[in-house]
């Protein structure tokens, strides 16, 4: 019986960001319905407790030594999910995924790209190095068709380009940790008889002018009879924006700054009436459990993934009118059950597209291993 493959898994894990984490935990639950048995391996910047969290191997991405005995190792290597590929942050970004894409191909090893997101490139040697580093992978997923059409224009040639759904969407629902959320809002005052709004909120480069209209707008949902909750997905960054809104509030809202994992998170917004988020993996975790949401756009990614569930688009932070808002939120309150219908229709065909990353993964490494039998080939 040959053992099963062992996969080394690439990606902005480690960072204490509850969407990456779900974006992990859904990648390696897809695959190992594929791979039984599979050994994983992650490149993180806190492998310790990426090791606890998940129950798998974790590497340090900063050494070099250990990262090329995890990619000797590995029977494929998967980049993803996220967007990895975009350089408005650093010029550095991409070329840290890219230069371990090409450490894997000079050591032989299958690439698959997983769930991708893409962009925005602003630099030309980032999209020349990518056009040169991927056109040699071995497959590329990207979670929607915007992202791949813009990959496309990079000039990545010669390696099949797939489309399905980002990597959190394949997460069960169950694993939320609800009795820790319920925990946690009854911490900060949760009354259960009345409706709760959970709110997510981020920095955004400098920009502060769309706090304060979201400011009013919830001071008119808590008008309304709602619980206002603001949950950081990422609590290095996301806490001071959520303590700003407060604070120009008048009326009561709860800022949960206990660390707490992605399950618990999931646990808290599993609980929620109603979502406010700029964060898309607090849109996504609404939408696996069909609590209707009313997104923030500060990057394309957010529309896109609205437009997959089939909801209107979403309000941009820039130039965000409290007016405009509260119109928003109201028409979502106000039908609250017909959109719980919509995602319960809109969200399954997603969440199939997303599982179907781990099928194409599959079938690309098999066909490999057909054609170059050996190690690749173990199962």
Do not use: C
């Not at 791979?35 to 994983?40: C, I």
């Not at 309304?224 to 290095?236: D, H, L, N, P, Y």
């Not at 106000?334 to 997303?354: E, F, G, M, Q, Y």
Request: charged share 25%.
């Amino acid at each position: 019986m040959h053992a099963p493959p062992h996969v080394l898994i690439v990606g902005y894990y480690g960072f204490h960001n509850a969407g990456d984490d779900a974006v992990l935990f859904g990648i390696l639950q897809a695959l190992k319905t594929k791979f039984p048995g599979l050994q994983a391996t992650v490149l993180s910047n806190a492998p310790e407790e990426t090791a606890r969290t998940f129950g798998i191997r974790a590497v340090n991405r900063w050494r070099p030594g250990p990262i090329i005995r995890a990619i000797r190792a590995a029977d494929f290597v998967v980049v993803g999910g996220g967007t990895l590929l975009q350089d408005r942050t650093s010029p550095r970004s991409p070329l840290y995924y890219l230069g371990i894409t090409e450490l894997a191909k000079r050591f032989g090893k299958p690439v698959f790209y997983y769930g991708q997101g893409f962009g925005p490139i602003v630099h030309a040697s980032s999209r020349f190095f990518i056009r040169r580093v991927l056109s040699g992978v071995d497959l590329i997923i990207m979670r929607d068709a915007e992202s791949a059409r813009e990959l496309e224009k990079t000039g990545v040639r010669g390696v099949p380009i797939a489309v399905t759904a980002d990597p959190a969407l394949a997460i069960d629902p169950a694993i939320a940790d609800r009795e820790r959320g319920r925990a946690v809002l009854a911490d900060h005052g949760r009354t259960p008889k009345r409706p709760l709004a959970v709110v997510s909120v981020r920095p955004w480069k400098d920009r502060t002018a769309h706090l304060l209209p979201l400011a009013r707008a919830l001071d008119r949902v808590a008008d309304r009879g709602f619980e206002i909750v603001f949950i950081a997905m990422q609590r290095a960054q996301d806490v001071e924006p959520a303590l700003r809104v407060r604070a120009a509030m008048t009326r009561p809202a709860a800022v949960v700054r206990t660390p707490l994992d992605f399950r618990a998170i999931f646990g808290v917004i599993a609980e929620a009436d109603l979502l406010i988020g700029m964060r898309l993996h607090a849109l996504i975790f609404a939408a696996l459990h069909g609590v209707p949401f009313v997104p923030l756009s500060y990057d394309p990614k957010i529309d896109r993934f609205v437009e997959s569930v089939g909801l209107v688009p979403p309000l941009s932070i820039e130039a965000l009118q409290a007016d405009a808002l509260m119109e928003r939120i109201e028409a979502t309150m106000n039908d609250l059950p017909a959109l719980r219908r919509t995602l319960a229709d809109r969200v399954p065909p997603v969440v199939d597209a997303a599982r179907r990353s781990a099928d194409l993964v599959y079938d690309a490494y098999r066909s490999r291993a057909r054609r170059r039998p050996g190690k690749e080939a173990r199962r």
